[in-house]
Nanobody, 125 residues
């Protein structure tokens, strides 16, 4: 069992940056692949980025490549999402997720076992 707590969201102007954090409690954090998803009002939850259990493999959704960076610190049981050059279309609630499956990358929300509560990111134009 893993509990995830998202933080770091806020209001930022277009072109600005934010860093999201996801703190995990429970056993074996380092055995889980982790990801970030987002959900804008009236839209389905969509995949943003994923990182393998070791941190050695990364995967990004096309619209965030070159702007967002996912990372993890297994000693601190934390995964991060550094978001640069933010655009108004990045506005959404961002969720971290953990998966027990070993396949990578997993890009469908049903493939993840545990979820954070979400953190709001709002980018003004």
């Amino acid at each position: 069992q893993v509990q995830l707590v998202d933080s770091g969201g806020g209001l930022v102007q277009a072109g600005g940056s934010l860093r999201l954090s996801c703190a995990a409690s429970g056993r074996s954090f380092s055995s889980y692949a982790m990801a970030w998803f987002r959900q804008a009002p009236g839209k389905e939850r969509e995949f943003v980025a994923a990182i393998s259990a070791s941190g050695g493999s990364l995967y990004y959704e096309d619209s965030v490549k070159g702007r967002f960076t996912i990372s993890r610190d297994n000693a601190k049981n934390t995964v991060y999402l550094q978001m640069n050059s933010l655009k108004p279309e990045d506005t959404a609630v961002y969720y971290c997720a953990a998966a027990t499956a070993t396949k990578f990358p997993l890009r469908v929300h049903d493939q993840y076992n545990y979820w954070g509560q979400g953190t709001q990111v709002t980018v003004s134009s």
